[in-house]
């Protein structure tokens, strides 16, 4: 299998303060399902926004769908942007928009047509139990209803790479499975799916699942990760 994200030796620093990511060497298989662990701090968050392009990396070598891109043109960014998904933490949905138009975004702006959009974005707001809510717009949502809209928005368009920062954290644990089990879906299309979670239970769902542990801005030795590690591969590490 080919790699979709490689890293070498990257580090990140914000402005000048110290790095928060550090020495980080990996690859992402293509097509892989992954979840980021590790205590709050630890840097997942400034990792998925190495990965999803809203940071470049300090230090180091960033290659995403085989391209470098580390010093790639900023010209060059949002093309590789429409190839990931993203579930942000604090979701960024469009206020003034409906559920149903946040949803369609990605589809609108790949250029499909109305009569394209209507059936998937009705299906997709059904499979995560907002079908009722579809004209409700975000600040009228609770924090798990803007979740799943945020989720939906997400992986409408089957990106290649998704990208989920805690995107179970305000649902219950019926909704979390029944998400774990859209991102496995597209997973099984083809998607490769990156999910920082602190939850648990949703990493003991996914025996088959690779685990990236970051401690103080940089992996760890996995096998300390959890106290009863799920029988997975690790990450491929590159030393
Ligand atoms: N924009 C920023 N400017 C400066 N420092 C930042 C910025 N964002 C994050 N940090 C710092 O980087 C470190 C890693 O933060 P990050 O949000 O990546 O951790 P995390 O593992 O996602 O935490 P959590 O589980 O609480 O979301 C922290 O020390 C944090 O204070």
Do not use: C
Request: no cysteine; charged share 20%; hydrophobic share 40%.
């Amino acid at each position: 299998m080919s790699a979709i994200v490689e890293f070498d030796s990257v580090g990140l620093r914000y402005g000048t303060g110290a790095e928060v990511l550090r020495d980080l060497n990996f690859r992402l298989q293509k097509g892989g399902f992954y979840f980021l662990t590790g205590p709050s701090g630890a840097g997942k968050t400034s990792l998925l926004k190495l990965l999803y392009l809203a940071q470049r990396p300090t230090r180091g070598r960033v290659q995403l769908f085989g391209e470098e891109i580390s010093d790639a043109p900023r010209a060059a960014l949002p093309e590789f942007r429409r190839r990931i998904g993203i579930v942000y933490q604090d979701f960024r949905l469009i206020r003034h928009l409906s559920a149903f138009d946040n949803v369609a975004l990605p589809l609108r702006i790949a250029g499909s047509s109305e009569a394209d959009v209507e059936a998937p974005v009705r299906e997709m707001l059904a499979w995560v139990g907002l079908a009722d809510r579809s004209s409700a717009r975000p600040p009228t949502l609770s924090g798990g209803e803007q979740q799943r809209v945020a989720i939906a928005r997400a992986v409408i368009n089957r990106p290649q790479l998704l990208v989920a920062d805690e995107p179970t954290g305000n649902v219950d644990a019926d909704m979390a499975q029944r998400l774990l089990h859209l991102f496995t879906a597209l997973n099984r299309l083809g998607t490769t799916v990156v999910v920082a979670t602190h939850d648990i239970s949703l990493i003991k769902e996914m025996p088959g699942a690779h685990m990236i542990r970051l401690e103080g801005g940089t992996m760890v030795d996995p096998t300390g990760a959890l106290k009863n590690p799920p029988q997975t591969g690790w990450v491929e590490v590159q030393r």
